[in-house]
């Protein structure tokens, strides 16, 4: 029997009396996002505009975005890329689960120095792939030519973004490559791994976490 989105006591401010409410509207309120299924238009819709209010509400806190997911669509995933890049507060991107295809590009955008991977997390890259290949010939053969664009476009943000040369990230992405944690922290698509953040702030505050997380 499934449970629902479970719900917890949040006292909204002005308020005198803590209501019932679902958990991730209150994660959203403490700026805390969840990227927790396949990329599609509906999730991206839900958590650019989340960042959007967020970054006009407060320009200056941190944004934390999770992700556990398959990957998706191409041009949802480099709308949510794209949404992290222009608003104004820094986005740390933490991988728990799996990030993958799409995934692993979003995981790629956060802040440089604010990518985190969960030490038990998989991350995986491969090349973008066309979902018109039924297509006749010459709307085939123009998609073709849109995917070799996009293609080295994603390849050249990989490549700026971790450091390794383009032909490097060109090659690896001819294929499905599958990453631990500590794999993906050395070809530089996340900073940290998971349990470095837990050694070196052991006896503080969890300061990489959002501020609700400091009195758990």
Excluded at 118 to 128: D, K, T, Y
Excluded at 148 to 169: C, D, N, Q, S
Aim: proline letters at 6%.
């Amino acid at each position: 029997m499934p449970i629902g989105v479970p719900k917890v006591p949040y006292r909204i401010p002005g308020d005198e009396e803590a209501t019932w409410v679902d958990l991730y509207n209150v994660m959203y309120r403490e700026r805390t996002l969840f990227l927790g299924q396949e990329i599609r238009c509906e999730i991206t819709n839900h958590i650019t505009g989340l960042m959007v209010y967020l970054s006009i509400e407060d320009g200056i806190s941190d944004i934390f975005l999770f992700i556990n997911s398959p990957g998706g669509w191409l041009i949802s995933g480099m709308a949510i890329f794209d949404t992290m890049q222009t608003v104004t507060p820094d986005i740390y991107t933490i991988c728990l689960g799996i990030a993958a295809s799409m995934a692993s590009f979003i995981l790629l955008g956060g802040e440089p120095t604010k990518r985190i991977a969960f030490p038990h997390a998989r991350i995986m890259l491969h090349q973008p792939a066309s979902a018109y290949y039924r297509a006749r010939t010459p709307e085939f053969l123009l998609e073709v030519e849109e995917l070799h664009k996009v293609r080295e476009m994603i390849t050249r943000i990989y490549a700026l973004r971790t450091g390794k040369p383009f032909w490097v990230v060109s090659e690896d992405m001819e294929r499905d490559v599958f990453m631990s944690a500590d794999e993906a922290k050395a070809y530089g698509l996340v900073d940290i791994v998971g349990d470095e953040m837990i050694d070196e702030h052991c006896d503080t505050d969890p300061v990489w976490f959002p501020e609700m997380f400091k009195d758990w």
